[in-house]
């Protein structure tokens, strides 16, 4: 199994079909919540879905395409943060993720979001990161903003979200950004 320590109360698991109970229970305590910017939530409705979910975010970890992890925060599960597969010829990928309703608010996402852009960089060796926001979704925004990343445009009308089209920011973060960012931090 692996796993990630990132402090002494967060740490990311790959997702395992053991963990499947876990994530449904939490998507389904979240719905309302998750269903503002997520197009996926309405679809989930079994813990066969949730199932299927993981099972093929492990073909994705086994095809050498990225992952998708938990994120336990004091030992229970709080969200997911994963990437949209590695495009490997030009070292690049993008990042998405989500939070159960009750966990907003304690820098986990945050925190989450670092220790994946770090492992992207220094362990897979890749050059690009992308995160893709709604342009309305605050919340989400603010995470790649206080990560560095450079907002470099707006995709229009790109995602259906259940009875409308709503635009997406694309931020970006190269490895050079990631250097420069660090180097000032140390």
Known sequence: ???????????????????????????????????????????????????????????????????QAGIWYKGELAGVI????????????SIGYWLGETYQGKGLMTNACKAVIDYCFTELNLNRIEIRVATENLKSLAIPEKLGFQREGCLRCVEWLYDKYVDHYVYGLTKEDYNRINQHMD
């Open 1 to 67: 199994m692996f796993k990630h320590k990132i402090n002494d109360v967060i740490e990311l698991r790959l997702l395992e079909v053991r963990h499947t109970k876990l994530l449904f229970e939490l998507t389904n305590q979240s719905r309302n919540y998750l269903r503002e910017w997520l197009p996926w939530v309405d679809s989930t409705k079994t813990i066969e879905d949730s199932k299927h979910f993981i099972e093929g975010t492990m073909k994705q970890f086994c095809n050498n395409n990225g992952f």
């Open 82 to 93: 994963g990437l949209h597969g590695i495009n490997w010829a030009n070292k690049s990928t």
